[in-house]
Nanobody, 122 residues
């Protein structure tokens, strides 16, 4: 099972940008489908973007244009670029990994990072 460590969260003003990173352990990162989820207090995890092993990405319509998912297999790193940040983007962001096909369901992912907090001030 791959180990994942997120970084890049923090406090940002509305309208700003942030890039989250997720570093994977081992040498099999390129075989994993990867995704980002976020979680609001008291809520379940919400899919915000994913990427297949071949680089195909999926981002929910309401986030498209502001959320960009990418991966660098040589660096074993997954990225989430968030632009035009809004206060309602404030949440804990997690990266996740699975084998097989990309899914938007949190329960389909077998490996999770510890998360990173993103706080957007108005």
């Amino acid at each position: 099972q791959v180990q994942l460590v997120e970084s890049g969260g923090g406090l940002v003003q509305a309208g700003g940008s942030l890039r989250l990173s997720c570093l994977a352990s081992g040498n099999t990162f390129n075989t994993y489908v990867m995704a980002w989820f976020r979680q609001f207090p008291g809520k379940g995890r919400e899919f915000v973007g994913g990427i297949s092993t071949t680089g195909d990405t999926s981002v929910p319509d309401r986030m498209r244009g502001r959320f960009t998912v990418s991966r660098d297999n040589a660096k074993k790193t997954l990225y989430l670029q968030i632009d035009s940040l809004k206060p309602e983007d404030t949440a804990y962001y997690y990266c996740a990994a699975k084998t097989g096909y990309l899914s938007t369901a949190a329960g389909a992912f077998s490996s999770w990072g510890q998360g990173t907090q993103v706080t957007v001030s108005s």
